[in-house]
């Protein structure tokens, strides 16, 4: 079955760029979308069609996918955007989520 | 705008039927343009997808192969909203349920709206 995997944490320092990866076979020929998570609410959608951003969703969120993997990218990383991130896909009329990166900011 | 809000019991017996209804505003659960989904959370199995249910000239549903023996998802336009029953349900099926729209034009299936989220318990 098809599997998404993304690293369980990544670090980033206040107004500097995060890269939070998702890896699949051949994720690039499918769209990957990207929510944020903050503790005790519901998910929230930040990209779509791989690079794609909601109204609503800051200049500073950015994603791409290519190749085995999909990328989103927080440039000038803010305090707020501490939080968990999930990508996600379809595949074959089911959807899969990766695990999920813890985003700190320190 | 649109909002889902959900309802339900957050507390359900081993081998019973989970039910749990998410009502819809500012969108249609027949809207031609979307889909409607139900999602769970837990620790030890993060973000599932469950199933959803959609109008394009006919009814029609998605399940997940993991819940499919189990599980049901219907509309009810009389009331703008859709529900969920998973049947004998065990302690592994404890989550934080959500429900969520997929808009097909605007966001190319992704889920753009979540309800708040049902914290469901499965004891006895």
């Known amino acids: 079955s098809y599997e998404l995997t993304q690293a369980p944490s990544v670090s980033v320092s206040p107004g500097q760029t995060a890269s939070i990866t998702c890896s699949g076979d051949?994720?690039?020929?499918?769209?990957a979308c990207w929510y944020q998570q903050k503790p005790g609410q519901s998910p929230v959608l930040v990209i779509y069609?791989?690079?794609k951003r909601p109204s609503g969703i800051p200049e500073r969120f950015s994603g791409s996918n290519s190749g085995n993997t999909a990328t989103l990218t927080i440039s000038g990383t803010q305090a707020m955007d501490e939080a968990d991130y999930y990508c996600?896909?379809?595949?074959?009329?089911?959807?899969?989520f990766g695990g999920g990166t813890k985003l700190t900011v320190l | 705008q649109v909002q889902l809000q959900q309802s339900g019991p957050g507390l359900v017996k081993p081998s019973q039927t989970l039910s749990l209804t998410c009502a819809i505003s500012?969108?249609?659960?027949?809207?031609?343009?979307?889909?409607w989904n139900w999602i769970r959370q837990s620790p030890s199995r993060g973000l599932e997808w469950l199933g959803r249910?959609?109008?394009?000239?006919?009814?029609?549903?998605d399940y997940a192969v993991f819940v499919k023996s189990r599980i049901t998802i219907n509309p009810d336009t009389s009331k703008n909203q859709f529900s969920l029953q998973l049947n004998s349900v065990t302690p592994e099926d404890t989550s934080v349920y959500y429900c969520?729209?997929?808009?097909?034009?605007?966001?190319?299936?992704?889920?753009?709206?979540w309800g708040q989220g049902t914290m469901v318990t499965v004891s006895s």
């Open positions: 969520a729209r997929a808009s097909v034009g605007a966001t190319r299936g992704a889920f753009d709206i």
């Open positions: 500012g969108d249609s659960v027949s809207s031609n343009s979307a889909a």
């Open positions: 249910t959609y109008y394009r000239s006919k009814w029609s549903n």
């Open positions: 051949k994720l690039g020929d499918k769209y």
């Open positions: 069609q791989d690079s």
């Open positions: 996600q896909v379809w595949d074959s009329s089911t959807v899969l």
